[in-house]
């Protein structure tokens, strides 16, 4: 139990001591809410960050093997060097290296119907493997436009 104003209360997550099954103060274990960084652990569960290492709550960071912080998917997306392939979770397009994500939050392979410039193409969804460039879109060879000879290679 804890003392509360002179009075035996029973434990609970706010009352600012280790107990019930709290793995640090007011956190962790099955009772509690998650831990914060730098908190008292026995296991990933008992972390914000999904983290216990020896344990401590760890920050997360984009190689723990654990989807926690900003991550769009797995150590991967926008807040880490690494953007996720196809088939990953994304919140947003900067999350996948396609530059594609799905309202579903699924990265896309590139398309030539995406609305984004991205694969081999020289514009937004044309050139090379798309269909050709209409007139003031970027190209890299002629056969990129739709009109012959339009391409400025200069």
Do not use: F, H, M
Not at 26 to 32: I, K, N, V
Not at 61 to 81: Q, W
Not at 86 to 100: I, K, L, N, P, Y
């Amino acid at each position: 139990g804890v003392c509360a104003a002179g009075a035996c209360a029973e434990p609970t997550c706010g009352d600012g001591v280790l107990n019930q099954d709290e793995t640090s103060v007011d956190c962790g274990g099955s009772t509690c809410a998650r831990c914060p960084v730098d908190a008292s652990c026995a296991v990933a569960a008992d972390c914000v960050s999904g983290v216990c290492v020896d344990g401590v709550c760890a920050a997360p960071t984009c190689t723990d093997g654990v989807l926690n912080g900003a991550e769009g998917d797995i150590d991967c997306g926008a807040s880490c060097p690494t953007l996720c392939g196809v088939g990953a979770t994304c919140g947003q397009r900067g999350d996948c290296e396609s530059s594609a994500c799905s309202l579903a939050g699924i990265c896309l392979a590139p398309s030539c119907s995406d609305l984004v410039k991205n694969g081999d193409e020289t514009d937004v969804d044309c050139g090379a493997s798309c269909p050709a460039c209409e007139l003031g879109r970027s190209c890299l060879v002629q056969e990129d436009c739709a009109s012959p000879n339009l391409c400025n290679l200069g």
